[in-house]
């Protein structure tokens, strides 16, 4: 084959383009969870302290990619409470429970497909849920233990997250990935267009009194 120099310049530079898309990965830009086998049973809901409702202004969402690009979603049916101690985040308990089956998605038949047994199966599982066991203040935030479970599959997972205390309630921000696997969630698309590992979760909770709410 006789391959001019503006050929050979043309496929090398689509190569690089092509390269560059593939490596992009949103997991990349955030913290990964620690994730092992919960080894107790998950702890019990606090009714101590101030009970705040998670609600207004709370959103979960999930980024998921592959080698050709990337998906947002989330979920818009969810409940919880912060059980405050003391005004003290350390001192305090968060519980949240899912809706799977309001997952959305950016992309109607993704939205469907991640429904389905090859994801969520929320048929089968309708509720995933994380009551935390520990929360540690560190230098530039707080670190959050606790229970997930997911897919019918029970971790503890830590993650860094941002909680701020205030007059008007609590607010709990965190981004950071998870490995799908670790919950049983093994799909892994086209031979040519392999699905990641990492999701990255997005968590954003607003908690105020019932009174408030």
Known sequence: MNLTHTTVTT???????????????????????TVSDATTTPAPVETTGQTLTIGE??????????????????????EGQINLVDGDPAKSQVHISI???????????LTGHLKSADFFDVANFPTATFTSTEI?????????????????????ISFPAA?????????VKAEFYIMRFDFDIVY??????????????KLDLAATSATDA
């Open 11 to 33: 496929l090398a530079a689509g190569l690089l383009i092509l390269g560059s898309a593939a490596c992009s990965n949103p997991a990349d830009n955030v913290p990964a969870a």
């Open 136 to 156: 540690v203040a560190e230098d530039d935030g707080y670190k959050v233990t606790g229970t997930l479970d997911l897919h019918g599959v029970t971790r503890t």
């Open 57 to 78: 202004g709370s959103a979960i969402g999930f980024i998921g990619s592959k080698i050709t690009g990337q998906h947002d979603g989330g979920f818009t049916g969810f």
């Open 163 to 171: 909680i701020t205390v205030s007059p008007d309630g609590v607010t």
């Open 99 to 109: 809706d799977t089956t309001t997952l959305w998605a950016d992309n109607e038949k």
């Open 188 to 201: 892994s698309g086209k031979t040519d267009d392999l699905i990641r590992d990492e999701v990255v979760i």
